[in-house]
């Protein structure tokens, strides 16, 4: 009974959109329910999508709590953690992704420069400086003290 009646109603609106009647069912049925859809944050629709996960699976849950109001409480705490994790999530993912995007972007700099690196300084050998022997070296057989 409930389709044919919106079956009814919508055949009425789309074929007589320009009456005064059906203008006004679809400024109480389109046009208010979407500019209250509009106005929702994120943290609303995750409560929504959670209480009504709760109120459909969690029968024992909602009857072990003792009433929907502390069901209601959870699903409010349940999704404050869930927006807590996306928002987190979210600005981990942008910084990775502009870290990234800074890496290509001096790689492919790189190879579009394409100037002359710097030459190298040549190799000379080390020569073994000489030195003078220490005044305490025992390059007389250690036994000039003795004298």
């Given at each position: 009974m409930t389709a044919g009646w919106m079956a009814l109603l919508l055949l009425t609106m789309k074929l007589f959109p320009d009456v005064p009647v059906v203008r006004a069912i679809h400024d109480s049925l389109i046009v208010k329910p979407l500019a209250w859809l509009d106005s929702l944050e994120r943290r609303h629709m995750l409560f929504a999508l959670v209480f009504i996960g709760i109120a459909l699976g969690g029968f024992e849950m909602i009857a072990v709590l003792g009433s929907a109001d502390v069901a209601a409480l959870?699903?409010?705490?349940?999704?404050?953690?869930?927006?807590?994790?996306?928002?987190?999530?979210?600005?981990s993912t942008i910084g990775k992704a502009r870290g990234a995007a800074a890496?290509?972007?001096?790689?492919?700099?790189?190879?579009?420069?394409?100037?002359?690196?710097?030459?190298?300084?040549?190799r000379r050998a080390r020569v073994a400086a000489a030195r003078k022997p220490a005044n305490d070296s025992d390059a007389d057989g250690g036994w000039a003290w003795a004298a």
């Open positions: 959870l699903a409010w705490d349940i999704s404050l953690y869930l927006d807590t994790v996306i928002a987190v999530w979210t600005m890496y290509l972007r001096s790689r492919i700099a790189g190879l579009l420069s394409r100037r002359p690196s710097a030459r190298t300084r040549k």
